[in-house]
T-cell receptor
Framework: SQELEQSPQSLIVQEGKNLTINCTSSKTLYGLYWYKQKYGEGLIFLMMLQKGGEEKSHEKITAKLDEKKQQSSLHITASQPSHAGIYLCGADETSGSRLTFGEGTQLTVNP | DTEVTQTPKHLVMGMTNKKSLKCEQHMGHRAMYWYKQKAKKPPELMFVYSYEKLSINESVPSRFSPECPNSSLLNLHLHALQPEDSALYLC???????????FGPGTRLTVT
């Protein structure tokens, strides 16, 4: 099974600052998913990337998948306290049935 | 509507009890999943159902027994659990396997 490494483990930023979270796999990915989780709650789907070089944006969040489909980044522009939470990247090697997750990045946004 | 509901929200059970967790979705999704999440760890896949048939069991102990009575419902039957089984149990669904998964809010299980 493939392993996903996320960095950084935690991040504290001032409101209004930009930030980037990275997710790296040692294997080529079939699909890469970004989720957000508040502690003790369910995961909120953010974006899914499947094609090498793909980039998607939603509101102030942009996710990219590199050409080799082994690395993804999540970028938040002008962060707000509502962006705080745990960001998880998830990926599957083959058909999407076995989704495994990185360890997560704990994001704190100070007002 | 991208809602997956789970009941109960919280459950405390003794090691000799039998209880069930319930998950429901009305999005017409044909793939449903159970995950287990320990504190400060990512979710770990337990079971996958595709078109109401169990397609993946990630070597989960038999004290956890999944059931998919119809395309909208997913149950997880619990029996003779251990304290280390205490965790957040998350249900998810997707249109079919390979599409993005939508998660429920989870059931916080405590085994005493």
């Amino acid at each position: 099974s493939q392993e996903l490494e996320q960095s950084p483990q935690s991040l504290i930023v001032q409101e209004g600052k930009n930030l980037t979270i990275n997710c790296t796999s040692s294997k080529t990915l079939y699909g890469l998913y970004w989720y957000k989780q508040k502690y003790g709650e369910g995961l909120i789907f953010l974006m899914m990337l499947q094609k090498g070089g793909e980039e998607k944006s939603h509101e102030k969040i942009t996710a990219k998948l590199d050409e080799k489909k082994q690395q993804s980044s999540l970028h938040i522009t002008a962060s707000q306290p509502s962006h705080a939470g745990i960001y998880l990247c998830g990926a599957d090697e083959t058909s999407g049935s076995r989704l495994t997750f990185g360890e997560g990045t704990q994001l704190t946004v100070n007002p | 509507d991208t809602e997956v509901t789970q009941t109960p929200k919280h459950l405390v059970m003794g090691m000799t009890n039998k209880k069930s967790l319930k998950c429901e979705q009305h999005m017409g999704h044909r793939a449903m999943y159970w995950y287990k999440q320990k504190a400060k760890k990512p979710p770990e896949l337990m079971f996958v159902y595709s078109y109401e048939k169990l397609s993946i069991n990630e070597s989960v102990p038999s004290r956890f027994s999944p059931e998919c009575p119809n395309s909208s419902l997913l149950n997880l039957h619990l029996h003779a659990l251990q304290p280390e089984d205490s965790a957040l149990y998350l249900c998810a669904s997707s249109l079919v396997v390979g599409y993005e998964q939508y998660f429920g809010p989870g059931t916080r299980l405590t085994v005493t």
